[in-house]
């Protein structure tokens, strides 16, 4: 049903919005309300898809997939998720990604990718100063970079040369795309939408009563979320970054999100986030990622189980920093 | 002689209307004493507990009467971070360690900011909020930050501001824990204007508070949330360990809420602030 919704293409974003209040599912209604009269959002989803964020060239002026090139991309998939294409001795749990991620039919989207504005599905060219930015940091990170290739390892001088999400300190927000623990939760009560991610056991409280953002030298690595209702749909404007948080490669300085969330169906919620940040780049875009009810992993609230990231970080982070001095010292004993 | 008489008349007729309005005032008192307060209701007719609230006293330092002490660095910080002084939140008097454990609680207190040098002593020295780690249950209530109760018939999602610590209370449910956690497995259930929640499966590294206090794999803690205003709740905490304890205790305290206009509950991701302290010697000398 929702690849039925997405294939009319140039209708794209338009279309996905209209049609759930057009075209309720039978039996259910999509605008179940709260006991206090909000569209009703909440439930247990996962967002975890195998559609890209952005078209790949090969596919490119292809804004949907027919059912056969999905069937064919399926078998692919299976093929790939068991060892070395040989079925499964019994007992063996198959390839690494094999035994974490969730398989289930349905993944895709039916698109080519989940970007639907800018309409060739790429993100728009970054700005001349985020370009610089990125050239930077690459040039910084080469320069830690020891060893030929096949053997090429990066020093880390600190715990800050690993990624936020490495260091548990922070994730980048929005979530969007993740192999596992991609469960997440909508709670509401009176003045509030409340997601509860698994991963991270981030919470976002979203106060609905109109109160301004927090004053702009407040930043925090989830920013800082307001929303409000348009008909059935949430809202939501997203800002307050903090400038070392990283969102598809470029700080979140100046990052503006809004996204917008409506039900579809008793499993599904169509979710939209529109990108805005004219400093890295050149024009807005938007994605389109469906939060859906329909993996046996993640059907009652309490299959959100505890992530303990940094309580569980300590042998990681003593590894990546004494192998880095390891690594410091042979390279220093080979050049004496 | 009948003048003297009718003063001493009106006089006693006075007393005794004095002390007649006077029972009638302490009976209306008592009254008033007795009679719980009743919250107002959410959708589904259970006290409404929704909203931000934080606790107002020295049970983070110490949860046993204490006295003021010095911070960890005085030298370098002077009287900040200095230890009030706290008249305890323990009812019935010092708590009924068994005599190792007490041992194992002194322990606590003089390595309470052992630096982790290693994986073994990260998991068996130091304070677990020196490092940003999720406190527990009872002592995510009572950290000096407040936390977000927000209530749904089948669930209660409490949000901690202290390193973001999240738990689930499942109401009308009893589903298994998976596996033991930071924050533990909690069901709930309403008895009257109260929450009651029942907490198991927690880990056995957290710490009832800065001064060492802490539990085993044993741990079990019921705890009460009982509205007494429209801003106050009374919070009570039960709590049965065999293997430290000899017999169970209880704590109590009130909790406030945050009443200020646009109470907003902002995220205190201190992981960041730990990792000197964690992983400082690891850095190129």
């Not at chain 2, 507990?49 to 110490?62: K, R, T, V």
Request: charged share 25%.
């Amino acid at each position: 049903m929702f690849r039925r919704m997405v294939a009319s293409g140039a209708l794209g974003v338009a279309v996905v919005i209209l049609l759930p209040a057009l075209v309720p599912v039978a039996g259910q209604s999509a605008a179940t309300k709260t006991p206090w009269g909000d569209p009703d959002l909440q439930g247990v989803y996962t967002f975890s898809t195998l559609t890209p964020l952005e078209r790949p060239v090969t596919l490119e002026g292809k804004v949907a997939l027919t059912e056969a090139e999905l069937a064919e991309q399926e078998e692919r998939d299976a093929e790939n998720r068991v060892s070395e294409g040989r079925p499964l001795a019994e007992g063996n749990p198959g390839t690494y990604n094999n035994f974490w991620t969730s398989n289930e039919k349905g993944r895709r989207t039916g698109r080519s990718s989940l970007i639907v504005d800018p309409s060739d599905g790429r993100k728009p060219p970054l700005t001349p100063e985020a370009t610089k930015v990125r050239e930077q940091l690459a040039a910084e990170a080469a320069a830690r970079r020891v060893g030929s290739p096949p053997f090429v390892h990066v020093i880390y001088r600190s715990w800050k040369d690993l990624p936020t999400y490495t260091q548990c300190v922070a994730r980048p927000m929005p979530r969007q795309n993740q192999a596992y623990n991609h469960g997440v939760q909508i709670l509401q009560s009176p003045g509030y939408v409340v997601i509860h991610y698994e991963s991270m056991h981030d919470v976002r409280v979203i106060p609905l009563d109109g109160r301004p953002h927090l004053p702009d030298n407040v930043r925090l690595w989830n920013g800082d979320s307001r929303g409000r209702w348009e008909g059935d749909t949430l809202v939501v404007d997203w800002r307050n970054f903090d400038p070392r948080q990283e969102y598809e490669g470029a700080h979140q300085t100046n990052m503006h999100f809004v996204e917008r969330f409506t039900r579809v169906d008793a499993k599904t919620l169509d979710y939209q986030v529109t990108v805005d940040d004219p400093t890295t780049w050149t024009a807005g875009w938007t994605f389109v990622l469906p939060w859906r009810g329909d993996d046996s992993n993640y059907q009652q609230p309490e299959h959100l189980y505890e992530y303990a990231c940094h309580e569980g970080n300590y042998r990681q982070m003593e590894d990546a920093l004494s192998g880095a001095r390891a690594l410091e010292n042979a390279a220093a004993r080979r050049s004496n | 002689m009948s003048n003297r008489l009718s003063v001493t008349t009106i006089a006693l007729a006075s007393a005794v209307a004095g002390a007649v309005v006077a029972l009638a005032a302490a009976r209306v008192v008592t009254q008033g004493a007795t009679t719980p307060y009743r919250a107002s209701r959410t959708p589904d007719g259970k006290p409404d507990l929704n909203g931000i609230w934080q606790a107002l006293n020295e049970a983070n330092w110490d949860i046993e009467a204490h006295n003021t002490g010095p911070s960890p660095a005085p030298q370098l910080l002077g009287a900040l971070f200095a230890q009030p002084a706290g008249a305890g939140v323990v009812e019935g008097g010092p708590l009924p360690y068994r005599p190792e454990a007490l041992a194992k609680k002194k322990e606590n207190f003089e390595r309470r900011l052992t630096r982790p040098t290693s994986l073994e002593l990260n998991e068996t020295a130091g304070d677990p909020e020196a490092k940003c780690y999720m406190p527990g249950v009872p002592r995510a209530t009572y950290m000096p930050f407040p936390f977000q109760i927000v209530q749904t018939p089948q669930q209660i999602l409490i949000a901690y501001q202290f390193a973001n610590a999240t738990r689930q209370i499942h109401i009308g449910r009893e589903p298994e824990a998976p596996a033991e956690s930071w924050m533990g497995w909690s069901i709930g259930r309403w008895e009257g204007e109260s929450l009651v929640v029942d907490v198991t499966s927690q880990i056995d590294r957290t710490w009832f508070d800065r001064a060492g206090n802490f539990h085993s794999d044993a741990l079990h803690v019921v705890e009460r949330y009982t509205p007494t205003s429209r801003d106050h709740l009374l919070y009570e905490a039960t709590i049965d360990d065999p293997k430290v304890f000899t017999r169970p205790w209880k704590m109590s305290m009130p909790l406030y809420r945050r009443v200020e206009q646009n109470a907003l509950l902002i995220d205190f991701k201190c992981v960041e602030y730990a990792q000197d302290f964690m992983y400082g010697h690891l850095l190129r000398p």
